[in-house]
């Protein structure tokens, strides 16, 4: 069975891994560097949390693309009633987890972004060595790695039809 995502700590910081490879780091984030991605929220739920905030409830933390040089704030992915209750609880902050992005080239020589798996950074590499996760080398996929065959099923099966149009294309 496929691993489930799992919250890890390295050098005090708190991160979460999805079976994918994907993760994100658990950061306090000041509500002014903060931007919705959606409206419509409803007004007595926004109050409902904000009282609770003032009473000291606990909430889930809300969830945030990361930033980039493109886009300089945290867009808010999940959690726009948790921020706009802290907003009116008079809250300066709340906990969020952030995703990471790394740089790619794409067609005309731009620079364009993309969500990093664990085998995309240091930092990443760093976490599945704690996690005692493997990736394939090809492509840096996690969920289907094979360590039998060296690389993940997809790279495999691109390999297969690789060597068959070598072969002269034939269609067996
Ligand atoms: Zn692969």
Partial sequence: MAP???VVTLDGRT???DPCGFYDELIEISLGS???TEGGQYPERVHRYARMYQA??????????GVTPDCPRYRITNGHHR???ARQAGAGSVRAW???YVPFTGAGGRTYYRLARMSDTDLGRGLARLLGREWC?????FLDYRPDLGVCLACHLWCQAEARMAEGGSNR
């Fill in 34 to 36: 903060l931007e919705m």
């Fill in 83 to 85: 921020y706009l209750a």
């Fill in 4 to 6: 489930t995502e799992v």
């Fill in 137 to 141: 080398p090809r492509c840096g996929r």
């Fill in 56 to 65: 000291g409830s606990p909430f889930p933390p809300i969830s945030v693309a």
């Fill in 15 to 17: 991160f979460r891994a």
């Fill in 98 to 100: 952030t995703c990471f």
